[in-house]
T-cell receptor, first 113, second 111 residues
Framework: DVKVTQSSRYLVKRTGEKVFLECVQD?????MFWYRQDPGLGLRLIYF???????EKGDIPEGYSVSREKKERFSLILESASTNQTSMYLC????????????FGQGTRLTVV | GQNIDQPTEMTATEGAIVQINCTYQ??????LFWYQQHAGEAPTFLSY????GLEEKGRFSSFLSRSKGYSYLLLKELQMKDSASYLCAVRGGGGSYIPTFGRGTSLIVHP
């Protein structure tokens, strides 16, 4: 079974803190994604990566950065957390054209206070 | 840009059939996905359509019409456990492998 694992299920951080969300996949997928999910807004793409050290901005990259030093690991960084970044964060991986569907991690519910 | 529309909420009765529609406008097309997401959990893959027509998988079927920018997910013999959010996602063209998600349809199944 493909496994996408996010480092934390729940996090509470203070405004202004630097926050790291880690994601690891074990199926050698090329593509990895970070989404945030908010009620009424659905999943919105923050960043994606199609290879090691490669990254592309998604629809809402402001206030975030990412790192992909190894193929299996994709990290999302909140440089200075703010309350409007309180959300559910979902990591996903895929490997088209052989693996078209995205496999998701269990999600990290981040609360910034 | 991409625009994906699906109803916000639907209700149905256990044992019935329900159809969840999704319309999209995209620059190019490289596949349409349906995912199921139970409250508090991650989305899980249900179906993938890249050619026109109906794909059947057990109680779930998905239909695609590329010329109309339209898809539906059909759930038969509804069970209480089918109460969940159903997400439509479209992959655009031009070599992009990034799925863009609609806002999801919350399905409530009543006894």
């Amino acid at each position: 079974d493909v496994k996408v694992t996010q480092s934390s299920r729940y996090l509470v951080k203070r405004t202004g803190e630097k926050v790291f969300l880690e994601c690891v996949q074990d199926m050698d997928h090329e593509n990895m994604f970070w989404y945030r999910q908010d009620p009424g807004l659905g999943l919105r793409l923050i960043y994606f990566s199609y290879d090691v050290k490669m990254k592309e901005k998604g629809d809402i990259p402001e206030g975030y950065s990412v790192s992909r030093e190894k193929k299996e690991r994709f990290s999302l960084i909140l440089e200075s957390a703010s309350t409007n970044q309180t959300s559910m964060y979902l990591c996903a991986s895929s490997s088209p054209p052989t693996v078209n569907e995205a496999f998701f991690g269990q999600g990290t519910r981040l609360t910034v206070v | 840009g991409q625009n994906i529309d699906q109803p916000t909420e639907m209700t149905a009765t256990e044992g019935a059939i329900v159809q969840i529609n999704c319309t999209y406008q995209t620059s190019g097309f490289n596949g349409l996905f349906w995912y199921q997401q139970h409250a508090g959990e991650a989305p899980t893959f249900l179906s993938y359509n890249v050619l026109d027509g109906l794909e059947e998988k057990g109680r779930f079927s998905s239909f695609l019409s590329r010329s109309k920018g339209y898809s539906y997910l059909l759930l038969k013999e509804l069970q209480m456990k089918d109460s969940a959010s159903y997400l439509c996602a479209v992959r655009g063209g031009g070599g992009s492998y990034i799925p863009t998600f609609g806002r999801g349809t919350s399905l409530i199944v009543h006894p």
